[in-house]
C-alpha cells in the first residue's frame, strides 16, 4: 500500500470549505504541533477492489497520525479483522493492505467526532473523485450510516433505494456492491451493537465479490 501517493479526490492540506473544521484544525495546531491536523488522505492505490469508508478521523488517531484507522481503537479493531481475513499485515510504519483503499466520509477530525450536514455534503465531492479513480474497484465497505450515504451520493445512487442494514450488500447501478457495517468505533464496540463476529461476518462477505 503506498500511503504517501496522492490519489485523485485527496482534499488540500489547507482545505478551509468547511470553516469549523478548519478552525478546529488550527486549534489543535496549537495544542498539540507534532500531529497531522489536516485534512487526512487516503490510504491505498489505483489498484484497489475494496474501500472501505468510516466517517471520519479520529481526534486523537488520524488526525493525530495522518493515515486513516492508524493510532486508535477503531483502527486496531478494523485492522485486526482484516489481518484475520488474510486482508492485511502489520508493519513497522502501520499496515500493509494490498488491494485496498480506506478513506473516509469527512477528511477533517470534527469536535466529538460529529460532522455537521453541512460538511458532510461538502466533503462529497473528494470522496466521489477517489472512488471514481479506482478502475478494479468491487466493493464499498461503509461503516456506519453517514458513511453508508457518503457512498451512495458519490457513486451517483438514490438514497430512498438503499436503507442503512448491518452484513446487508446492495448492488448500487454501477456495478459496485455497498457492504454495510456498524462502525467499528469504541463506542458500538464497548456497547456491543457491534461485537467481533458480527464486524468479521461483515467484513467476510465482501470476500465473495472480489473475483
Ligand atoms: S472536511 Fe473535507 S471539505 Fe471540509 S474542510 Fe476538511 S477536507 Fe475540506
Given at each position: 500500500?503506498?500511503d504517501?501517493?496522492?490519489h485523485?479526490?485527496?482534499?488540500?492540506?489547507?482545505?478551509a470549505?468547511c470553516?469549523?473544521l478548519?478552525?478546529?484544525?488550527?486549534?489543535?495546531?496549537?495544542?498539540?504541533s507534532g500531529?497531522?491536523?489536516?485534512?487526512v488522505?487516503?490510504?491505498?492505490?489505483a489498484s484497489?477492489w475494496?474501500?472501505?469508508?468510516?466517517?471520519?478521523?479520529?481526534?486523537?488517531?488520524a488526525?493525530?497520525t495522518?493515515?486513516?484507522?492508524?493510532?486508535d481503537?477503531?483502527g486496531?479493531m478494523?485492522?485486526?479483522m482484516?489481518?484475520?481475513?488474510?486482508?492485511?499485515?502489520?508493519?513497522?510504519?502501520?499496515?500493509?493492505?494490498?488491494?485496498?483503499?480506506?478513506?473516509?466520509a469527512?477528511?477533517?477530525?470534527?469536535?466529538?467526532?460529529?460532522?455537521?450536514?453541512a460538511e458532510?455534503?461538502n466533503?462529497r465531492?473528494?470522496?466521489?473523485?477517489?472512488?471514481?479513480?479506482?478502475?478494479?474497484?468491487?466493493?464499498v465497505?461503509?461503516?456506519?450510516?453517514?458513511?453508508?450515504q457518503a457512498?451512495?451520493?458519490?457513486?451517483?445512487?438514490?438514497?430512498?433505494k438503499?436503507?442503512?442494514?448491518h452484513?446487508?450488500?446492495?448492488?448500487?447501478?454501477?456495478?459496485?456492491?455497498?457492504?454495510?457495517?456498524?462502525?467499528?468505533?469504541r463506542?458500538?464496540?464497548?456497547?456491543?451493537?457491534?461485537?467481533p463476529?458480527?464486524?468479521?461476518a461483515?467484513?467476510?462477505?465482501?470476500l465473495?465479490y472480489?473475483?
Amino acid at each position: 500500500m503506498t500511503d504517501e501517493t496522492l490519489h485523485p479526490g485527496t482534499p488540500p492540506k489547507d482545505c478551509a470549505l468547511c470553516p469549523r473544521l478548519a478552525a478546529y484544525r488550527t486549534e489543535q495546531m496549537a495544542r498539540h504541533s507534532g500531529w497531522w491536523n489536516a485534512p487526512v488522505p487516503p490510504l491505498g492505490d489505483a489498484s484497489a477492489w475494496l474501500a472501505i469508508v468510516g466517517l471520519a478521523p479520529g481526534l486523537k488517531g488520524a488526525n493525530r497520525t495522518g493515515k486513516p484507522f492508524h493510532g486508535d481503537e477503531a483502527g486496531k479493531m478494523l485492522f485486526g479483522m482484516l489481518a484475520e481475513l488474510g486482508l492485511a499485515t502489520e508493519t513497522p510504519d502501520g499496515w500493509d493492505a494490498p488491494g485496498l483503499f480506506i478513506t473516509n466520509a469527512v477528511a477533517c477530525a470534527p469536535p466529538g467526532n460529529l460532522p455537521e450536514t453541512a460538511e458532510k455534503h461538502n466533503c462529497r465531492s473528494f470522496l466521489a473523485e477517489q472512488l471514481a479513480a479506482l478502475p478494479a474497484l468491487k466493493v464499498v465497505v461503509a461503516l456506519g450510516e453517514t458513511a453508508h450515504q457518503a457512498a451512495i451520493k458519490a457513486v451517483g445512487g438514490k438514497l430512498p433505494k438503499y436503507r442503512f442494514g448491518h452484513g446487508v450488500a446492495h448492488k448500487l447501478p454501477s456495478g459496485v456492491v455497498l457492504m454495510d457495517s456498524y462502525h467499528c468505533s469504541r463506542l458500538n464496540t464497548n456497547t456491543g451493537l457491534l461485537t467481533p463476529d458480527m464486524f468479521k461476518a461483515a467484513l467476510e462477505a465482501t470476500l465473495a465479490y472480489r473475483a
